[in-house]
């Protein structure tokens, strides 16, 4: 499979899929397409369904595949930001927020990631089930704003506003951080909560949330 990203506000991935190849990604993906590739919608089973369901999302997706000869298919964002690239090696496995996934390739598998710190992950308002996807493969994820990397040293932590989370190595741990003080609880205007996430391990950030850009 050859891709490369294109544009530049509101980006592209642009995938050269050869004969058997395919590739899963959000319904409202796709921009353009040769007619030698076909589209299926496929329901991603129970857990897959219930995992979608809890963050408004539906428990279908798009997978496109290309029939007998090569063919091209474009997948564009519809918000400024970015398309981050993943290599999976085999059995690497990273944790992704729902709202992040934007394609990913046949060979890699998707299942369900529940934050072990439930009570907490309720109260503090970050979504306790999230994705886990496995390598061998390629994953793409979507990023408002732009995308910044750490990579965190044993016990090192970053305290992060929820909805810039993007996505974490799953060797890293996520538990909810209560904001102290209650004049910055009513006038701070950043919630009681921050999610932090430990080390080690690389974990992705974005520069801006989704109702925001709205």
Partial sequence: MYYQIIGENCPAILLELDPGEGIYCELDAMSWMDPTIKMQTRFGGFFRFLSRKLTGKTAF?????????????????????????????????????????????????????????????????????????TGPGVLFLKVAGSAITYDLEYDEEKLVDTGHFVMMEESC???????????????????????????????????AVYPKLR
């Fill in 61 to 133: 997706q798009n997978y496109y595949e290309a029939r007998n000869v090569p063919g091209e298919i474009a997948l564009s964002l519809s918000f400024p930001g970015e398309i981050k690239i993943i290599d999976l090696e085999e059995n690497e496995s990273v944790i992704v927020r729902n709202e992040s996934f934007f394609a990913c390739s046949r060979s890699v598998t998707a299942s369900v990631y529940i934050n072990q710190r439930l009570s907490s992950s309720i109260i503090g308002g970050e979504n306790f089930i999230m994705q886990r996807f």
């Fill in 173 to 207: 741990n996520m538990s909810v951080k209560m904001i102290q003080g209650a004049s910055n609880w009513i006038f701070g205007r950043e919630g009681l909560w921050n999610t932090g996430i430990k080390g080690p391990g690389r974990i992705m950030v974005q520069s």
